[in-house]
T-cell receptor, first 112, second 116 residues
Framework: AQSVTQLDSQVPVFEEAPVELRCNYS??????LFWYVQYPNQGLQLLLK??????LVESINGFEAEFNKSQTSFHLRKPSVHISDTAEYFC??????????FGAGTQVVVTP | DTGVSQDPRHKITKRGQNVTFRCDPI?????LYWYRQTLGQGPEFLTY????????KSRLLSDRFSAERPKGSFSTLEIQRTEQGDSAMYLC??????????????FGPGTRLTVT
């Protein structure tokens, strides 16, 4: 079985400041890792994913995440946030085509 | 719009009533998943289908819950004798199993259930 821990339930951040959202996982087998974003009253949208290869993955809107196998982490970062980045962010893992195991989420609140 | 759709978006029901939700996946996707999300928590897996076959069910899916995907296209999730603890957002997702794999699941907007 896998588990996902998101270490921060809420992260307040000022506009144009950097942000890091922490995600740790545990699994006895290899996993694939994802970050999803959820805006109010909407479903989840994929932000980025790690399947294999380069441990640093990037999204089109400036987010990046680094897979660290030794520390079993997949932290999400953005060097400069916008007001529109206010949302809830979920880290998730899967061993393949089955279920996703999600963390509890991190609420990012960006203020001017 | 060719994304995953869910109907209704909101449902308010009285305790003890039955409710049914519908999910229409992306048309060529052969896998369909149901998740439940309660306030302040991440989505929790309920069940998934490959075409019309239900391949896995979570322990969260009690006897009062039943899901179907009769023709391998849309799916329904029924809750019988609803309880207040069933109040949650019910999310549907779909994916296309193929090689090479991306393992990505595409989510619908969800159905928010409130049991009074």
């Amino acid at each position: 079985a896998q588990s996902v821990t998101q270490l921060d339930s809420q992260v307040p951040v000022f506009e144009e400041a950097p942000v890091e959202l922490r995600c740790n996982y545990s699994s006895s087998v290899s996993v694939y890792l994802f970050w999803y974003v959820q805006y109010p009253n909407q479903g989840l949208q994929l932000l980025l994913k790690y399947l294999s290869g380069s441990t640093l993955v990037e999204s089109i809107n400036g987010f990046e995440a680094e897979f660290n196998k030794s520390q079993t982490s997949f932290h999400l970062r953005k060097p400069s946030v916008h007001i529109s980045d206010t949302a809830e962010y979920f880290c998730a893992v899967t061993t393949g085509w089955g279920k996703l195991q999600f963390g509890a989420g991190t609420q990012v609140v960006v203020t001017p | 719009d060719t994304g995953v759709s869910q109907d209704p978006r909101h449902k308010i029901t009285k305790r003890g009533q039955n409710v049914t939700f519908r999910c229409d996946p992306i048309s060529e996707h052969n896998r369909l998943y149901w998740y439940r999300q309660t306030l302040g928590q991440g989505p929790e897996f309920l069940t998934y289908f490959q075409n019309e076959a239900q391949l896995e069910k979570s322990r969260l899916l009690s006897d009062r819950f039943s899901a179907e995907r009769p023709k391998g296209s849309f799916s329904t999730l029924e809750i019988q004798r609803t309880e207040q603890g069933d109040s949650a957002m019910y999310l549907c997702a779909s994916s296309l199993v193929r090689a090479p794999s991306s393992y990505e699941q595409y989510f619908g907007p969800g159905t928010r259930l409130t049991v009074t």
